[in-house]
């Protein structure tokens, strides 16, 4: 089948190369959110028309990029619109309000993902290997309900053909789903 060993240390090599990427844009990123264009949620726009001629300059993605004169943005590069300190003001505001809103719907992403997982880990399967292809049951392969048993399976796919005909594939398991007794 496979060899556990090796694929421990792929998986191992894989997290150790993500976890770096992420280090990495999150060094970025947070070298990006010092600039001084970057406007918290408490400033008043007008403040910031420091020449007093009644046009900023917004960027049209970041609305919390806002100066006093031309310059690019520095989260995502683009050249500043130039607004009248209303419309400024205006947008800053839709997209505070926006952001608070992705901020409450992320929360419940959140949660609702963290159910899940804890339902996904609660599941305990009948069997221990998979009535299809004889292979060890993975946790995160889906899952049937059968004859009062959740049957485990050992990749995806196995779970529609064992739904196709589960009797001939229940046959493959001894009486306590311990063992494939089946042929591979």
Known sequence: MFDKNKSLFILGLLLFAFSNLFAQHEMKKDEKEKSPLIRS??????????????????????????SDAE???PKCGMKLKELTVDAATVKFAKGKAKSMDGMKHMKEMKTTAEKEMAMHKEKKTWNAFCPVRGGEVDPEAPTVEYDG???????????GKFSADPEKFMKNLSEDGQIFIGEK
Do not use: Y
Not at 42 to 51: H, P, Q
Not at 149 to 159: A, Q, R, V
């Open 41 to 66: 949620a408490d400033v008043e726009v007008k403040s910031l028309d420091v020449n007093t001629d009644g046009k900023l300059f917004q960027c049209p993605m970041c609305v919390d990029v806002i």
């Open 149 to 159: 048993k959740l049957i485990g399976f050992c990749c995806p796919g196995c779970d």
């Open 71 to 73: 310059a690019e943005c």
